[in-house]
Nanobody
Framework: VQLQASGGGLVQPGGFLRLSCALS????????MYWFRQSPPNARQFVAS?????????NYADYVKGRFTVSKDIDKNTAYLQMNNLKPEDTAVYYC????????????WGEGTLVTVSS
């Protein structure tokens, strides 16, 4: 199983980007797709999640609620993170990862895509 995140780039404050996370391979347990971000020297922080198998419940960190939307297209095996009204503090490398509900582990991580919000 591999995850490939893409869609990052340079955007001005107030702008928008849509990140994609393409999943290749098959998974057999119940999983959720998570988005995290990291801006050194800060720790990796949760951004949003969506049910991948067995539902589509979504969850968001307070600092992105109302601005970010997580979604998925199962036919394309792809998750999306629509990011609107971006702020400089959203600058980070964004990662997608699959959380295994059975083992309570993050089984697979993508390489990350850099989002830079700057004028």
């Amino acid at each position: 199983v591999q995850l490939q995140a893409s869609g990052g780039g340079l955007v001005q404050p107030g702008g928008f980007l849509r990140l994609s996370c393409a999943l290749s391979g098959q998974i057999f347990s119940r999983h959720d797709m998570y988005w995290f971000r990291q801006s050194p020297p800060n720790a990796r922080q949760f951004v949003a999640s969506i049910g991948w198998t067995g539902g589509s419940n979504t969850n968001y960190a307070d600092y992105v609620k109302g601005r970010f939307t997580v979604s998925k297209d199962i036919d394309k095996n792809t998750a999306y993170l629509q990011m609107n009204n971006l702020k400089p503090e959203d600058t980070a490398v964004y990662y997608c990862t699959l959380y295994n509900r059975n083992s309570a582990n993050f089984d697979y991580w993508g390489e990350g895509t850099l989002v830079t919000v700057s004028s």
